[in-house]
């Protein structure tokens, strides 16, 4: 009967609430994209990495100073570097500012900006790392 | 009745997800990402040695067997693993795959997945363990 | 009442007993209701009945039986006992359920029946819904059609035609029964209630996959906003404890990437 009176004054009344979450999508996507590279590189690279290498079960020399600088500081080892550090800290910075959300810690405004800015902080410094190997 | 009128309860206490297995595991599955920051900043600080040279690569290597450090990145290869047990399957349900009408089988996506994951760490194999 | 066993039991004279050949046992269950009798304090309490059941008692068979043998102030919401109706439902030991579905049988020890969470309680196990039907009403779960109203042409009566494929894409979404288990079991929608939550999201995704629809574009204003699909974290339990087995997770979490499109067009739009 008053369904329309019901809704039409909320609609107006509401309007700062319906603000378009425009930033969600791009969290999201980074996110996402973490999360199919922590599920499908990591175990690899954890356990090649930090497992293998510092018990000394990988051959000799294959990680070598030269051998792993010329690894790293190449246009793979970039990429490499994008799908093993950056994308998975997004995923993280992610799921930790949601976790703070869950117990209920700080309040989710400026945990976004803590997470996803330190995310990109350490990404930009990953790569740069690897922009100065491949210029030096 | 208007749309502010009705009422809201207070949000639920820190320590609703202790109250069921299910809560829990999600914890576990968001907690996964702990020790995937550890190991981060570990690379993060190989990155940094190698940049250095030759005698601070070395050194990282000696503190990535640390057996602290070790440890903490066991850890992170068990979160990985969880992590992807708990991602895949949801992959399916996020994004349907239609192949001509029909959707593919959830566990054919699950198990494409997992074959990545192997392949990955052949690929690895091949990379750095022949020597 | 002609199939509730425990009213054909009870009552000899009943003719129905006719139709309850059955071999299973009766026996006495205890279960414990957290009641809330505004009227008299506002402090909630347990109360403990003990009820002969059977193999085929519905825990909203057991709540008929207190009201109608034991204790006729308890207040609960049924109606159709068939999974249909969606007004059953409470907690039984912490977990959202639709009495009508809910067999005594399998619950050995412990059987703590609670109001749904999240809601306020208005009484006993009757719960305020109020702000789950503003979610819902926000959202728009209705056809919103681009053409008004046509006459009936009986030359042509070819309205709203749809393929058995495009009947697919949203039919699993729309056996909704708006039971409000999900948000029950939903822990964002527990820590922000301005969350709009499962099944809102979940209807506004069926219509959206609609083909006879054309208002996706006014639903994902609703949806693309941070109380919209982007404080959903994909906990699932909305989808383990639907009576319907609808999935509301996976709708919501389709509906994230249906709002990363929307923004991408609207930025391409500018």
Known sequence: MNKIAMNKPSMGQNSAQHKQAFDEPLWWGLFSAGGVCFAILLPAVILFIAVLLPLGLLPAEELSYERASSLLFSVPGFLFVGAVVCLPLFHAAHRLRHGMFDISVGNDALNKKLMYGSAALLSLLALGVVVAGMLS | ?131 | MSTDQITAKRVSTDNTSANNISTNHTKTKHISVKRYLPDSSTETFWQEYDLPVDDSTSLLDALNHIKEQLDSTLSYRWSCRMAICGSCGVMVNGIPKLGCKTFLRDYEGDIRIEPLAHFPVQRDLVVDMAIFLEHLAAVKPYLIDDNPVKPYDPNAPETYRQTPEQLERYKQFANCINCGLCYSACPQFGLNQEFLGPAALTLAHRYNLDSRDSGKKERMAELNRHDGVWSCTFVGFCSKVCPKNVDPAAAVNQGKVEAAKHTLIALFKG
């Open chain 2, 1 to 131: 009745m208007d749309k502010s009128s009705s009422q809201r309860l207070p949000p639920l206490k820190r320590n609703w997800w202790l109250k069921h297995r299910f809560f829990k595991l999600y914890m576990l599955r968001e907690a996964t990402v702990l020790p995937l920051v550890f190991f981060t900043l570990c690379l993060l600080a190989g990155m940094v040695a190698l940049l250095q040279g030759a005698e601070s690569w070395q050194g990282w290597i000696a503190f990535m067997g640390s057996p602290i450090v070790l440890l903490l990145n066991l850890l992170a290869l068990a979160a990985s693993l969880y992590h992807a047990a708990t991602f895949f399957v949801l992959f399916p349900r996020v994004m349907p795959i239609r192949i001509a009408g029909h959707s593919l089988p959830d566990q054919v996506i699950v198990a494409g997945q997992w074959a990545g994951v192997v392949v990955v760490a052949l690929l690895f194999f091949w990379l750095l363990g022949r020597g």
